[in-house]
């Protein structure tokens, strides 16, 4: 395995920022850990990283223990963390060169590694981090992430505050660097990023809910799920959240995802109370849950 996590648990004070998380992430493999702000994502890969020190359980990454070996973590991972953290003075060429110096390398030893990223913003190489747009600072931190050629990348919600152009080409180049043997554990609040994972484990408020791949957890849905709209859908989502046999109701798009607490659940029945609560227009029809849905009754 290239990371291992058995019962890591970790307390600022009196908040629990992890509670006995336990997971794998195969050598080659995608994974993500997919969950909201506050969820504790990015005080486990600060731990993976060797900047935390977690209070119980144990870790280790390419082989190495969080602890004992974590100048062998340093220098065998890279770690783009959420906030754009390069020096906003330098350079795009010149954050790139330093960063290849402190892990003992250069950009030409490594450039294919690089290449299909930095070709991207090497035409703007001489302009300060600071001014670039967000997609390009997202290629610059990812290009620094890799220079030393690490066996293990992780990568913090790297696509938050990101148009969603950059984003798809953002993925696109983890697709490609996953070909070349990295391992990637990615973070992100993000639902739909969440399929093009291998695996994913959903986590909220510090605890591990599921892990699976996309397809499989999608499948445990236990419940049938329908999309209702009306004419008025402030009033259909007030009028099925007071609805006696509703198990859940969110808003989705343009529809509303309801699941029923009944097992002999009958459409025509909501139809008739939506009806009466002066609602026209309406309509009910089944559709399958989505990852987001899964995550949504699983954090319930």
């Not at 330093?98 to 390398?105: D, E, M, N, P, R």
């Not at 996309?214 to 709209?229: C, L």
């Not at 609805?243 to 109701?249: D, G, I, K």
Request: hydrophobic residues 40%; glycine residues 6%.
């Amino acid at each position: 395995m290239s990371i291992t996590i058995q019962h890591i648990s970790k307390s600022f004070k009196d908040v629990v920022a992890l509670k006995d998380v336990s997971f794998e992430v195969k050598e080659g493999e995608l994974f993500g850990l997919i969950g909201p702000d506050g969820a504790g994502k990015t005080t486990l890969f600060r731990i993976l990283t060797t900047l935390l020190i977690a209070n119980e359980g144990t870790a280790t990454v390419a082989g190495f223990d969080v602890i004992n070996d974590y100048k062998s973590i340093r220098n065998s991972v890279g770690y783009m963390p959420g906030k754009f953290s390069l020096y906003q003075d330098l350079t795009i060429e010149e954050n790139l060169i330093f960063f290849a110096t402190i892990f003992g390398t250069t950009i030409e030893k490594n450039y294919d590694l690089i290449k299909d990223i930095y070709i991207q913003i090497e035409p703007f190489k001489n302009r300060r981090a600071g001014k670039l747009s967000g997609g390009m600072k997202q290629k610059l931190a990812l290009c620094c992430a890799l220079i030393h050629k690490p066996k293990v990348l992780f990568l913090d919600e790297p696509t938050t505050g990101v148009d969603p152009v950059s984003r798809k080409e953002f993925w696109d180049m983890l697709k490609r660097l996953q070909k070349k043997g990295i391992t990637i554990l990615v973070s992100t609040p993000y639902m739909d990023e969440a399929e093009l994972c291998d695996r994913i484990a959903f986590i909220q408020d510090g605890k591990i809910l599921e892990i699976d791949t996309p397809e499989a957890i999608v499948k445990h849905y236990p419940k049938p799920m329908y999309n209702i709209r009306s004419n008025n859908m402030y009033q259909l989502i007030n009028s099925l959240k007071a609805y006696e046999h509703q198990h859940s109701v969110y808003p989705f798009g343009e529809f509303v995802h309801y699941t029923d607490n009944r097992l002999d659940f009958n459409p025509k029945e909501l139809m008739l109370y939506l009806e009466s609560k002066n609602l026209s227009e309406i309509s009910i029809q089944i559709t399958q849950p989505t990852i987001e849905d899964t995550f949504m009754e699983l954090a319930k």
